[in-house]
């Protein structure tokens, strides 16, 4: 069975720190990348952050850029995301996926987005 299962959320004042992990099993976690992304209450989901499956290419948000750093250990088949100095407006079912992501002719990244597999969410909530 393929799934991914997010883990590491929970309260936390404004001003502190949460890292969330998400462990991939029943398909070859290195061959994808891996992405997270949240959902707020009464808001669309958003992407927050990926990280490719073996060079480390990785992209953020621009929300999120200076306080949150995704990384990933293909042995654990687990992608992390170290998020610091949290604000309120970060509160969220976090949620990890497989991601695609689609470059052009000329190598740049042009975009990427939520793929195949998806986790069931972890809830962040940051408290002023």
């Known amino acids: 069975q393929r799934q991914l299962v997010e883990s590491g959320g929970g309260l936390v004042q404004s001003g502190g720190s949460l890292r969330l992990s998400c462990v991939g099993s029943g398909f070859t976690f290195e061959n994808y990348a891996s992405g997270w992304f949240r959902q707020a209450p009464g808001k669309e989901r958003e992407k927050v952050s990926f990280i490719s499956g073996s060079d480390g290419t990785t992209r953020y948000t621009d929300s999120v850029k200076g306080r949150f750093t995704i990384s990933r250990d293909n042995a654990r088949n687990t992608v992390y995301l170290q998020m610091n100095s949290l604000k309120p407006e970060d509160t969220a079912v976090y949620y990890c996926?497989?991601?695609?992501?689609?470059?052009?002719?000329?190598?740049?990244?042009?975009?990427?987005?939520?793929?195949?597999?998806w986790g069931k969410g972890t809830l962040v909530t940051v408290s002023s």
């Open positions: 996926a497989t991601v695609t992501v689609e470059y052009s002719d000329f190598g740049e990244l042009l975009r990427w987005y939520g793929a195949d597999y």
